[in-house]
Each structure stands twice: as structure tokens, then as C-alpha cells.
């Protein structure tokens, strides 16, 4: 008999849309039918920067899931884009009239589309003080900036949390904090560390690849070559880092404070290939398997209680930072049944484990 258990229908703590002159139309629909939500990161072509901006890129992506038969099924949580000169206000009004939750923290040129990211944490000590007053969110992206241009990619994130992340903790203690898309055992402990204002997403990629996964395909027998589709920032890590992140978020007295972030982050093959690949990889059309199959790999499946502890985290966790109280109670049901992933999707975005066969199937009766 297959194997098969339920849990509530997932939502997606940290993921990118793009826009809808690029890839939005080809990428969102993947996202509709595995999660009842996203937190839509700003880094877009021109930075979500005003509330006003906000308004607009929701109501995008509201038109485009109402013509994909989602009606008002989908919440696009709205996130804004820290830079040196952010209008304390702008982020205060934007808050209390609901155009978005919480503002990212984006270190200057650390990823994708950050060229207008915060240069000094100094300068945004009085954005943060405020954030802190109204009980707003930071979602942070944990690596140093551009100019540390001497740290190496593994190192940059366990280099920034130490730096950067104790710092804006100790300056700002009742700030609440998202640790976004954790990569090492050191922003781990630092999330375990803290009080539970602070929490932070996983993905998928950087609990299932190391580092090697950026020369082979994932699957043994491996084949040496360079992976583009598997490059992504945070860059994967060591074997160490993923056993650690895999016990804090399964067995750890602190796995509440984690959450199912996929950050799924679309380009087009063609970008992809060019020779400075574009980082991010795109896994939204089965994160929900992706994550199954780790924790299955874990043995966590077997029994009720390592079923809930998934469902918290891929359901419950952390939704509480951007004012979240209820839930959906629709239920989705995992398989243990094999599926091959495509090799490409439309608008030429290769997803992750292209062509790949994995062994769980998430089934959901769409209602439209």
C-alpha cells in the first residue's frame, strides 16, 4: 500500500515573482497550486521601495491569480526594500494601512538585484528604532555586502552574523527579526540564541545539496561538471551546516522558531548559462515535495508526531511576524509516489532537479 499522510496546505515564507513584463506570468502558477500564500521579496527589476509601489506589485499579482482561477484563494504578504535613505514614515504609513508587512534587509550588492541595499546598518538605525516601536518585521539576507569583496562566498553569511546580525539584536532587542533562507550552523544557533522575536526560513536546496552539488547533478553516480541551475545566494554549504540545520528544525527544544521559505528565484535558462550565472534557483513547482522528501529521509514521517512537526513548519511556523492568526483549513495529501520533474518550463526556466525522478507526490483538489 502507498504511503500517504495530509497535512494543511503550505504557505511560502520567502519567494520572488519577478514581474509581470518578465517571468511573473510563467512563474506564479506554480506557487498558486502547492502554497495558500508568499512573502513576496522586493528586490524587482525597479525595488519595491514605497508602500505606494507595494500597493501596485499586490495588486499584479492578485489580477494575474484571479485569471488563473485563484480568485482571492492566494495572500501575497508585501515586503519593502531597505536602502541607505528610507523614509522612516513612508515605511510607519505603509504599515498601519496594511500595504506591507515587514521590510527587507538587503546588504549593498550581496544578491540579485541589491545594487540599492543598505550600505552601514548605522544609516538605518532610525528605520529599525521605528520598526520596533510599531512591532514591524525585518527580514534580513544574511551575507556581507560588496565591499567585503576579501570573504569568501562560503564564509560571508557566518561573517555577517557575527557582525551584523548580534549587532542589530543587541542595538534593537524587542525588534522581530527573520533570519531569511539560513545556510550555516552559525545563523542557526544565533536564531536558537535569541528570544523568539527572532526566527528564520529554510529552503529546500541548502538542506538537501553542499557546496559539491554546484559541480554534479545530485545524483549518484555524479558526473563533474558546473551545475548552474543549483547556483544560488546564500551559496550551499558544508556537510556539517546541512546535518545541523536538519536537527535544529526536526529535533530542536527551539524547531518552532523555523519555517518552509523556499525562496524560489526564477531566471531564464539563458541567463542561467551566461558566464556570470544568475543566482537563484527556481522550486516552486514541487518545494512541497522537496521538503517532504528531506524530512522523510529523516524518518520523520513515520508517526504523528514527526508528521506535526512538519506540518508546523511547512503550515504554522512563524506567521505570526506579519500579523497571521488563522489558518486555511484546507488539507493537502502527500504520496509516496514517484514523478519526474520536467526538464524545462515555459518562459525557459530550468527548476530544480530538471528532469530528475523523486519519490512523493503532492495531490490537491484545485477549486476554482
Not at 567585503?148 to 555577517?160: K, L, Q
Not at 557546496?211 to 558546473?226: E, I, Q, R, Y
Not at 528544525?249 to 531566471?267: L, Q, S, V
Amino acid at each position: 500500500m502507498k504511503k500517504s499522510f495530509q497535512i494543511l496546505l503550505p504557505f511560502d515564507r520567502h519567494g520572488h515573482l519577478r514581474e509581470v513584463n518578465t517571468l511573473m506570468p510563467e512563474v506564479l502558477i506554480h506557487s498558486l497550486k502547492s502554497f495558500w500564500g508568499m512573502v513576496v521579496m522586493p528586490n524587482t527589476a525597479i525595488p519595491i521601495t514605497d508602500y505606494e509601489s507595494a500597493v501596485r506589485y499586490r495588486e499584479e499579482i492578485k489580477t494575474l491569480s484571479n485569471k488563473y482561477g485563484f480568485g482571492g484563494n492566494f495572500l501575497p504578504v508585501m515586503t519593502g526594500y531597505l536602502t541607505d535613505n528610507t523614509n522612516p514614515e513612508n515605511v510607519k504609513s505603509g504599515f498601519l494601512n496594511g500595504a506591507w508587512k515587514a521590510m527587507k534587509l538587503y546588504p549593498h550588492g550581496a544578491t540579485t538585484n541589491s545594487d540599492k541595499g543598505v550600505t552601514k546598518l548605522e544609516k538605518i538605525f532610525p528605520v529599525l528604532e521605528m520598526m520596533q516601536k510599531i512591532g514591524m518585521s525585518v527580514l534580513v539576507h544574511p551575507e556581507t555586502d560588496v565591499s567585503r569583496s576579501d570573504i569568501p562566498f562560503m564564509d560571508r553569511e557566518r561573517v555577517y552574523t557575527e557582525e551584523s546580525l548580534f549587532l542589530i539584536h543587541e542595538r534593537f532587542p524587542e525588534l522581530t527579526i527573520s533570519v531569511e533562507h539560513i545556510s550555516t550552523r552559525e545563523a542557526m544557533e544565533f536564531v536558537e540564541w535569541c528570544p523568539d522575536n527572532v526566527v528564520g526560513t529554510i529552503t529546500p536546496q541548502h538542506i538537501m545539496y553542499t557546496h559539491d552539488a554546484l559541480f554534479h547533478n545530485g545524483v549518484p553516480p555524479f558526473k563533474p561538471g558546473l551545475y548552474p541551475e543549483n547556483m544560488c545566494l546564500p551559496i550551499l554549504k558544508t556537510q556539517d551546516d546541512v546535518n545541523y540545520i536538519r536537527n535544529a528544525i526536526m529535533h530542536g527544544e527551539r524547531r518552532y522558531k523555523f519555517g518552509a521559505g523556499t525562496d524560489t528565484a526564477p531566471h531564464t535558462q539563458t541567463a542561467k548559462k551566461e558566464n556570470c550565472s544568475r543566482c537563484g534557483v527556481f522550486n516552486a513547482s514541487h518545494a512541497v515535495e522537496f521538503y517532504t522528501m528531506i524530512f522523510d529521509q529523516e524518518g520523520m514521517l513515520n508517526d504523528e508526531k514527526g508528521i506535526q512537526t512538519f506540518q508546523n513548519f511547512m503550515s504554522v511556523n512563524n506567521l505570526w511576524i506579519y500579523g497571521i492568526k488563522e489558518f486555511p483549513t484546507e488539507m493537502i495529501t502527500l504520496v509516496k509516489e514517484d514523478q519526474q520533474i520536467p526538464e524545462i518550463y515555459p518562459g525557459d526556466i530550468r527548476p530544480f532537479k530538471a528532469g530528475q525522478t523523486i519519490p512523493w507526490t503532492m495531490k490537491r483538489e484545485l477549486i476554482k
